[in-house]
């Protein structure tokens, strides 16, 4: 390889990186601080300045665990139904939850209650600028990002590492020092603002798109917001989801680093989620959210998941320029023309009722098929599917109608490619909606992309190698990871 050839290596140094560093190669890491008594704030109706005793913790997939003793019931006033946010002061800074309840209570002359507080957000009024959280059902394969410090003389350095950018933060998904590079569910996410300011509404829009590239649907239940001196500042729950165990990678993954092109795919897919309109995310979370849903599902499920899903996207992926479906005939002439014939077609009906459905259906016969605006999509971007990709599509209506792909002890080798078929095509469809031009995996075959697919093996992607580095002597305020 020449140097010309030789791929571009970015040096990262910043707190982002520093955090890297602390929990991939050290096992130290931010952790939640005790938030303190609550000074001022009602839940549920209660004031809980009247308590004579409060105390938080972190619960269950990330909930704010709020115990409150002695709580004085005369000044309760039950909310109305809705009324569940609370805003909270504490001796720490602020607490805000969109959602609440009461867990358990102890009457007496005096309340005991536990409340669980979903949804929450704490602020110390200081500026984080990087955020660390456990990133639940995360397993990354050669990733494009290493992590290194030196200690004594002695480099020390991590692999495995994730580095992706777009939407305006920069995501550095790195395993954990005390687990096996690889292991699942043992990894951390750290994000930096590349513009604005990291906020919940934007990690929980850019999650879906971190999953995505990674093949799994992950959980990311709260972050930890860190000031340049990696004290914590601030923390926001995030996305308490349950992991799924199935992994199907959309992209070829089992290749050199220099060849990966996930970053790729998550910069444009990262760019148009965080689209000032809700549109964006909504177009986009059709196939994300199908993609996962049937990498778990039996083979009916699955069939039928990715394929109402692939015919809904290119229904309503504006964006590629998809015109209407020219109709089989024209509407007026031919709705004249079933008037004209009614009373015919109603007699070859077996029923009065069967002979309105049957008319019915008629009248309408003149709509396109509703299955050819998938074929229809790739051809208007230049792409001619093979015979065993149109029957897939088209053998949606016995699985939509029948909830059966046909007698499966016959032909069950053809099933499970008919679902990997699927699994490309959707992909394909994203990646032509977001511009995406690299490798996508060919259905079940995770290492190879698809012969139709417009991309030629050999082609490289944008340069994309990351090193994370950190003196070790601006991680001596954190602790060991006990996570």
């Known amino acids: ?4 050839e030789t791929p571009r290596i970015q040096t990262l140094d910043g707190v982002g990186a520093r955090l890297g560093v602390a929990s991939s190669v050290l096992g130290l ?14 839940v549920l109706g209660y004031d809980l300045s009247s308590a004579s005793r409060t105390s938080t913790t972190v619960g269950d997939h990330g909930a704010i665990v709020l115990e409150a003793e002695g709580l004085d019931s005369s000044q309760e006033k039950r909310p109305h139904p809705n009324q569940t946010e609370a805003s909270l002061t504490l001796e720490t800074g602020s607490l805000h939850s969109r959602w609440s309840r009461a867990e358990r209570s102890v009457y007496a002359k005096r309340h005991d209650v536990t409340f669980i507080l979903d949804r929450w957000e704490w602020q110390t009024g200081a500026r984080a600028a990087a955020w660390i959280g456990h990133l639940r059902g995360a397993s990354v394969w050669r990733g494009n990002a290493s992590l290194s410090t030196t200690i004594d003389g002695e480099e020390m350095n991590r692999g495995g590492a994730e580095c992706f950018e777009g939407g305006g933060l920069r995501w550095l998904i790195v395993p954990k020092a005390r687990a096996d590079a690889g292991a699942r569910g043992l990894y951390d996410a750290i994000v930096e603002p590349l513009e604005g300011e990291v906020t919940a509404d934007r990690l929980r829009h850019a999650l879906p798109a971190v999953s995505f590239v990674l093949g799994r649907r992950l959980a990311l239940d709260y972050m930890v917001g860190v000031d340049q001196t990696l004290v914590p500042v601030a923390a926001v729950a995030v996305q308490p989801e349950s992991p799924t165990g199935g992994t199907d990678s959309p992209l070829p993954f089992a290749v ?7 970053a790729e795919f998550f910069r444009l897919l990262a760019d148009w989620i965080s689209e000032d309109d809700e549109r964006s995310a909504d177009i986009t979370h059709v196939v994300t959210s199908a993609y996962h849903d049937a990498a778990d599902e039996h083979i009916e499920g699955a069939y039928l998941k990715l394929q109402v899903a692939l015919e809904a996207f290119c229904f309503r992926s504006g964006k590629a320029g998809l015109p209407s479906l020219e109709n089989r005939a024209d509407p007026k002439a031919w709705k004249g023309w079933v008037e004209e014939h009614a009373d015919r077609i109603r007699e070859l009906a077996r029923t009065e009722e069967d002979a309105k459905t049957l008319l019915s259906v008629v009248k309408g016969a003149y709509h ?12 208007l971007h230049g792409i001619a599917l093979p015979a065993e990709a149109t029957a897939a599509i088209r053998g949606r209506d016995r699985i939509v109608h029948q909830y059966t792909l046909g007698p499966r002890s016959r032909n069950s080798e053809r099933e499970l490619a008919r679902i990997g078929i699927s699994q490309a095509l959707i992909v394909a469809a994203l990646a032509l909606f977001i511009g995406y031009h690299g490798p996508i995996a060919n259905g079940r075959d995770m290492n190879s992309s698809p012969d139709w697919w417009p991309w030629k093996p ?14 070790v002597a601006t991680l001596a305020s954190l602790k060991a990871d006990a996570r």
């Open 458 to 471: 050999g082609v490289a992607p944008p340069p994309s190698l990351i090193r994370c580095v950190a003196d």
């Open 29 to 42: 890491a931010p952790v939640l601080p005790p938030l303190g008594k609550v000074l001022e704030g009602r």
């Open 256 to 262: 050199q680093r220099d060849q990966r092109w996930h």
């Open 368 to 379: 396109a098929s509703s299955s050819r605006r998938v074929e229809r999509f790739f051809e």
């Open 1 to 4: 390889m020449s140097a010309e």
